[in-house]
């Protein structure tokens, strides 16, 4: 019955534009947004998902134009998913948490200094909010779900300039990455999601970037498999240079970003050999070179033509070496940023000037 | 002339409802060779839809996506062209060309197709086209404000591939396109 209300309101394509009407759907739709002992239905899997999948796009459907008619909507929601029970929160919870950042980023672009106080305060209240919302996301647990929400949250609050908030969601993600994300896999992809929005903050003076630029390099150097832990160790060298912020600019930690990943690299290559009696492949040097050539053509100053060298003659013995397995893949790799320095040289002007000192 | 529709980044029923009907109706089962998707889409009733529109579907995995079995990356050949695909949270910094440009090295592509910024981007450099499709639902994005709906569509004829864009503005589909021709190998 309810599967019916539900589809009719979709092809209708009308918002629900009250809370008051909010409240009413839901009262209308129980049975799908919580248990219900007597009239408990044996739904399979694919079934249940499908029908919450419905109750997710009716959440989208629940909004007003109106930043505080839209509170009430937001408020109404949480309070009638959170009774949802850890099967439907995983459904549930993301589009009130989308809906609400929809609203935050609507306040934040209000030019209308008249109502910049009354917009401020709206949207710490729905930062709370999110922030109360996520948090029961840890009864299903569903940790990769709630980190990645966090995550978004915090580029919210770094578009407020709210650093305090900001700070606080990279600290609950943290928590979360430390004491629930066990799986290899999953920590990898996380990385790289905490990694990605890191680099883009600009919200955070020096202490707090360097507390969690810290914690995000430490946590790539500890990743299981050493190509996991190089790759996510080059990326955190995107943390130390910022095109578009003059004061985020330190070469050294790039520098050291990038000689730590060639020190993996390097491990990497020696267990292949005690293990497998071959060096593997010098793919990881290869990706390395890469980020090498990105820094030097961005102008940091400790990346230097010496530096590159150096690694391109590694790269090159290596690969002719005679314990080297043959890899297609890495000579495919290194032919193309072969071909990419030769186009950079034939470009003349600054670019040309640069890769004159590098031989290939 | 071979068609490929690239797409991605739909986050049903997480950010979006469903593709503009504007969308769906040109979406017709049949006169597309190849989807390629970027991901996040996300879940299986989008898959099986993307399916009934073309059954040689390539889904790489967004962070989003549940499914284990969309990898992190794939290559695929069509005609003359060699097509790299990758969701794009993997590349940091986000939405870098430069970066991407790397991966696309990396994957010995001609064209690579990813997402992630739910912003179209056509990127034509020495050796190669970085395309990103955007959000084909307009879904929303902590990277890009105000995002459209869009995606691409590309004729590869030959050695000539014309990437096409459209992009859902104010209710109407708007056209561009860009040209791209490969040197023989």
């Known amino acids: ?360 | 002339m071979v068609l490929v529709l690239a797409l991605g980044d739909l986050h049903i029923p997480h950010r979006a409802l469903d593709l503009p009907a504007k969308f769906k109706s040109m979406l017709v089962p049949g006169k597309i060779q190849h989807i390629i998707c970027t991901g996040n889409l996300c879940s299986k009733e989008v898959h099986d839809y993307l399916k009934t529109v073309c059954p040689d579907l390539h889904v790489t995995r967004g962070e989003y996506d549940e499914e284990p079995r969309y990898p992190e990356n794939k290559t695929l050949t069509i005609g003359q062209f060699k097509l790299g695909v990758c969701h794009g949270h993997q590349v940091i910094p986000w939405g870098d060309l430069d970066s991407l440009a790397m991966l696309q090295r990396q994957l010995d592509v001609d064209i690579l197709v990813t997402g992630h910024t739910h912003q179209f981007t056509a990127y034509k450099h020495e050796a190669g086209v970085v395309i990103n499709p955007g959000s084909a639902t307009g879904a929303f994005s902590s990277i890009t404000y105000d995002v459209n709906p869009s995606f691409v569509l590309m004729d590869i004829d030959g050695l000539r591939v014309v990437v096409y864009v459209y992009e859902l503005i104010d209710g109407e589909v708007k056209v561009d396109k860009i040209d791209f021709k490969k040197t023989a190998a």
């Open chain 1, 1 to 360: 019955m309810s599967n019916v209300i539900v589809q009719n309101i979709m092809k209708n394509g009308t918002c629900i534009s009250t809370a008051e009407k909010v409240d009413a759907l839901f009262e209308l739709i129980k049975g799908l947004i919580r248990d219900f002992d007597d009239l408990h239905d044996e739904l399979d899997e694919e079934d249940f998902k499908e029908e919450q999948s419905f109750v997710a796009r009716l959440i989208q459907m629940m909004h007003s134009d109106d930043p505080e008619e839209m509170l009430k909507i937001i408020c109404t929601v949480q309070k009638h998913i959170l009774t949802g029970g850890a099967k439907r929160l995983p459904f549930t919870v993301p589009p009130l948490i989308f809906s609400t950042l929809k609203l935050i980023r609507r306040l934040e672009s209000h030019d209308d200094s008249v109502s910049k106080e009354d917009d401020s305060a709206m949207a710490k209240k729905l930062f709370q909010i999110v922030t109360q919302t996520i948090d029961v996301l840890s009864s299903v647990p569903v940790p990769e779900l709630a980190l990645g929400l966090y995550l978004q949250c915090a580029e919210a609050a770094n578009d407020c300039d709210l650093e305090p908030v900001a700070y606080e969601f990279f600290t609950q993600a943290y928590i979360l990455y430390e004491e629930e994300i066990t799986d290899s896999k999953a920590q990898v992809t996380t990385i790289h999601l905490i990694i990605g929005t890191l680099q883009r903050m600009h919200i955070f003076g020096i202490e707090n970037r360097d507390a969690l630029t810290h914690k995000a390099t430490g946590y790539s150097a500890k990743l299981l498999k050493k190509p996991d832990q190089c790759r996510a160790v080059y990326a955190c060298s995107h943390l130390f240079w910022l095109d578009d912020n003059e004061s985020i600019r330190d070469g050294e930690r790039v520098l050291l970003c990038l000689k730590r990943a060639q020190r993996i690299a390097n491990a990497s290559q020696q267990m292949s050999n005690a293990t497998r009696g071959s060096s593997g492949s010098v793919l990881l040097f290869i990706e390395i070179l890469n980020k090498y050539l990105y820094f030097y053509e961005k102008g940091v100053p400790q990346i230097t033509a010496d530096l590159i060298q150096g690694l391109i003659e590694l790269i090159t013995s290596t690969t002719g070496g005679e314990n080297t397995s043959p890899d297609p893949a890495a000579d495919a790799f290194f032919a193309s940023t072969v071909r990419y320095i030769q186009f950079q040289k034939n470009k003349g002007g600054a670019v040309a000037e640069k890769y004159e000192h590098i031989n290939i």
